[in-house]
Antibody, heavy 119, light 110 residues
Framework: QFQLAQSGAEVKKPGASVQVSCKTSGYTFTSHNINWVRQAPGQGLEWMGWISPSDGFTGYSQNLQGRVTLTTDASTSTAYLELRSLRSDDTAIYYC????????????WGQGTLVTVSS | QSVLTQPPSVSGAPGQRVTISCTGSSSNIGTGYDVHWYQQLPGTVPTLLVYGNTNRPSGVPDRFSGSKSGASASLVITGLQAEDEAIYYCQSYDSTLNVVFGGGTRLTVL
């Protein structure tokens, strides 16, 4: 059974950085891209970026370019999201999602990590 | 403002049929990129409902069907059930192959 297990909730002050992890299991980690999607309270889904665990290639949303970095550790089948210079409007649930190699859709999602930015 | 436009809400009585539209442009869906649909039940993680415009993952009832024409796509739910109350999101790609989502449509079963 495929699983994406994310790290726990975080509370950060404005200007700080946060790292969220996404530990995968049940499939070959390097065979599927990992995407990150966030959802502000009461809002819709916002795509943040993708990373290929096989070669480290990445793509980022222009809205977040320069503040976000995606990485992976193949030895632990874990993907990481780092978001810097946090603002109050970065308060959201952050999801990692596995990308289907056939369709490009997000076929499995992590449980989500709530990041709260507050002074 | 989302790149893909969805109606904020739709509703229907149990047993009825509802359609949720997803309107894009020549820069995304109209280019020929696939559309995927996700269902987010209250307080839960989004799940894949339809992929590649028309395909259902195993376990998704055939009451849910997707279609695409030109720069738009639609999700049709027939035989509406109370458990279908959720927010539905369409997803596609833009000209730089970045992912774009619709704003989401809240389905209310009357």
């Amino acid at each position: 059974q495929f699983q994406l297990a994310q790290s726990g909730a975080e509370v950060k002050k404005p200007g700080a950085s946060v790292q969220v992890s996404c530990k995968t299991s049940g499939y070959t980690f390097t065979s599927h891209n990992i995407n990150w999607v966030r959802q502000a309270p009461g809002q819709g889904l916002e795509w943040m970026g993708w990373i290929s665990p096989s070669d480290g290639f990445t793509g980022y949303s222009q809205n977040l370019q320069g503040r976000v970095t995606l990485t992976t550790d193949a030895s632990t089948s874990t993907a990481y999201l780092e978001l810097r210079s946090l603002r109050s409007d970065d308060t959201a649930i952050y999801y990692c999602a596995r990308e289907s190699s056939h369709s490009g859709s997000f076929d499995y999602w992590g449980q989500g990590t709530l990041v709260t930015v507050s002074s | 403002q989302s790149v893909l436009t969805q109606p904020p809400s739709v509703s229907g009585a149990p047993g009825q049929r509802v359609t949720i539209s997803c309107t894009g442009s020549s820069s995304n869906i109209g280019t020929g990129y696939d559309v995927h649909w996700y269902q987010q039940l209250p307080g839960t993680v989004p799940t894949l409902l339809v992929y590649g415009n028309t395909n259902r993952p195993s376990g998704v009832p055939d009451r849910f069907s997707g279609s695409k024409s030109g720069a738009s796509a639609s999700l049709v739910i027939t035989g509406l059930q109370a458990e279908d109350e959720a927010i539905y999101y369409c997803q596609s790609y833009d000209s730089t192959l970045n992912v774009v989502f619709g704003g989401g449509t809240r389905l209310t079963v009357l």
